[in-house]
């Protein structure tokens, strides 16, 4: 039996070092035979939250995130982000009316939306000071 594999990253939150955490992302995904399909929908929602950090919780002036990633094989990829940006849990957004015609439709939540679509796990914990968001996501292959 295989042990899970983890990716540890200490990140300044900002939006400008984003790149360059999914290029390393992209490749320790590949070395551990993480399905591409799991790989670039995870990534997907990783860059919402962490897009998020960056902009809305340290407000473009950066600050501390961490992220830890784990792939359980044959397919299932989780991930712990713990910032100390203000509390906001993102779980309690109102959904996203999808279905409302574009001028209709509130600003923002969209992509919260969507990271809760994809998800299979998406918990919120505020810890002392820190922001914790887990999520994860199995692919079923066909």
């Keep these: 039996m295989n042990h899970p594999a983890e990716l540890q990253c ?7 070092e984003l790149p360059a955490f999914f290029e390393r992302l992209e490749g320790w995904a590949e070395e551990h035979g993480v ?12 860059d ?17 995130v961490s992220v830890k990633v784990v792939f359980d094989e044959p397919a299932t990829l989780s991930a712990v982000l713990r910032d100390q940006a203000p509390p906001f849990d993102p779980t309690t957004l109102v959904a996203a009316d999808v279905e409302a015609a574009l001028e209709d439709r509130h600003v923002g939540g969209l992509g919260v939306h969507f990271v809760k ?13 820190v922001n914790e968001v887990s999520i994860s996501r199995t692919w079923a292959t066909p």
């Design 117 to 129: 679509k994809l998800a299979e796990r998406f918990v919120y914990r505020r810890d002392g000071a």
């Design 48 to 64: 919402e939250l962490l897009t998020n950090v960056a902009t809305h919780g340290y407000a473009g002036q950066g600050g501390p």
């Design 10 to 16: 200490t990140l300044s939150g900002t939006v400008a």
């Design 35 to 46: 399905p591409v399909p799991l790989a670039s929908s995870f990534g997907l929602m990783l």
